[in-house]
């Protein structure tokens, strides 16, 4: 397998150049942000590369095992847990005052995305500790923030969100742990499954964030609380103390991630796990999602990440494997197979397509710490209103985007990519859950079509949309204002639609989110060709650099952007088609003629 390399002046140009590090730079706190991102992302990097790549292949090959309730990770897992968590990284972006470094989102995302490239089997576990951390620091008790938050930060504890269960997946609503209380705290009864490192040995303690039910809650998402359950509780003095009543019953056996134990807990088995209600009660799933939007963003950096590392090996593949002439060349020599025409096609539709998705999270990393900090409330809420349209197609586009670059990488590497040694099948293999979970695709679409359009009339979406026509210039603007024009038809067409038939609004809504990726990534990329233009006039000493982003931007406008109205047609044209059978139309072609 390649070694892993993040890909730093990309990143770079991206933070400075369209993600605003110097106005996030500006922001209260953050004044240390533009002078410290150089440092921190190369020492990141470094990390990346020299501790978490080295056991990537190694601990996929290896797996986790479980054994009566316990979980071993594997070989060198614990290790480089310890130095993660003494180096600081879980606390990037939480508050100093809670004992974290205070960075801004922008700069811990792209921290985030070499983690997950480097080995995301390892970094799902560290993310999870941000999400516990950011919930019980916004809906927790002074004592709870206390006496949880600086042993989350500094990596001794670790977080979960254990929200499913085998009767109630995505829908929530059905959900049946209980809490009932027992004087201040409470004793939870329940199963969950899919839970990401809920149990294993890199920590001394996990903090699980539990959705239960409380015995007089009123049905349905609104009668969901959220408890603090610790695996092991905790004394008066906040040392550790006796085994709570949460075990694993098991680990899942995967497609991917294999590094990752993703756990079945039982909670109460000999009377019920002790916990503790954070935030108000019936207000859990509410709670949960200060996690999950969280969650959402970080898994779409994770496709990201993941596509990456896959491109690079493709291409370093490319460079490497000789095989078949020249076909426009008379010489019968063999040549590397990166000069083949369509090998190139494949490696420039994945290179700029991962620029379009680093832009466009970075951008929308930005708007999370604008939405935090500014000054300006009206500032501070048309970031929030942007943050919350783009998490959807953030998570949704990014990780549908990253199967298909990982497919593409595969392809390049022809047969031989479909043997587990060369590694590239690790990275298809990896990114397939990127799609499903923290929210599958469709449930994202109906996110986008359902709340984030529907709760203001679409009037954020025709905000987003004219800011992006006052970017559809320079050298892409045509092909911009043109995918702009199906994205604006559609989305008018979904609200009308909506009013009278919802089903028919909703039928194509993940065509119409990834419409939304493809244009919203178009609009990063116009704006990123025309700085290049810009430096390329200008005589810039890193003119090569800024060659090379507009030649990628100009073949992301006649090869991805084009998409957009086949897009638009499919959603306006195609969503009475999609629920034309009956059930039983679909078993017709099985059954034998009975003439």
Known sequence: MAPYQAPLRDMQFVLRELAGLDEISKLPGFEEAAGVADPVLEEAASFASGVLDPINQSGDKEGCTWRDGAVTTPKGFKEAYAQ???????????????????????????????????????????????????????????????????????????????????????????VRTKAVPDGDRYRITGQKIFITFGEHDMAANIIHLVLARLPDAPQGTKGISMFIVPKFLIGPDGEIGERNDVHCAGIEHKLGLNANPTCTLNYGEQGGAIGFLIGKPNEGLKNMFIMMNAARFSVGVQGLAIADRAYQSALRYAKERVQSRDIASRSPEPRPIIEHPDVRRMLMTMKA???????????????????????????????????????????????????????????????????????????????????????????????????????????????VISQMRKDAGGPIGPQLAQALASLSETSDWIGMTAMGDLRAAVACSVPYLKLWGITAGGWQMARAAAIAEQKIAAGDPEAEFYKAKLATATFYAEHILGQSASLAREVIDGSAGVMALSQAQFDLDRRASVA
């Open 84 to 174: 993660f968590a003494r180096a600081g990284w879980i606390g990037l972006a939480v508050p100093p005052e809670h004992g974290g470094q205070g960075l801004p989102a922008l700069l811990s995302g792209a921290t985030l995305e070499m983690w997950n490239g480097a080995n995301v089997g390892f970094a799902n576990g560290p993310l999870l500790n941000q999400g516990a951390i950011e919930a019980i620091e916004l809906i927790g008790s002074d004592e709870q923030k206390k006496l949880y938050i600086p042993k989350l930060v500094s990596g001794e504890w670790t977080g979960t969100m254990c929200l499913t269960e085998p009767q109630a997946g995505s829908d929530l609503a059905q």
């Open 353 to 463: 397509q991962l620029e379009a998705m680093r832009a466009l999270a970075y951008v929308t990393a930005a708007s999370l710490d604008l939405s935090a900090k500014h000054p300006d409330a009206k500032v501070r809420q048309a970031n929030r209103a942007f943050l919350e349209l783009m998490i959807p197609v953030v998570k949704g586009w990014c990780t549908e985007t990253a199967v298909e670059i990982c497919s593409t990488a595969v392809q390049v590497f022809g047969g031989i990519g479909y043997v587990e040694e060369t590694g590239i099948a690790q990275q298809y293999r990896d990114v397939r859950i990127t799609t499903i979970y923290e929210g599958t695709t469709g449930i994202q679409a109906l996110d986008l079509v359902g709340r984030k359009i529907a709760q203001d009339m679409g009037a954020t979406a025709k905000t």
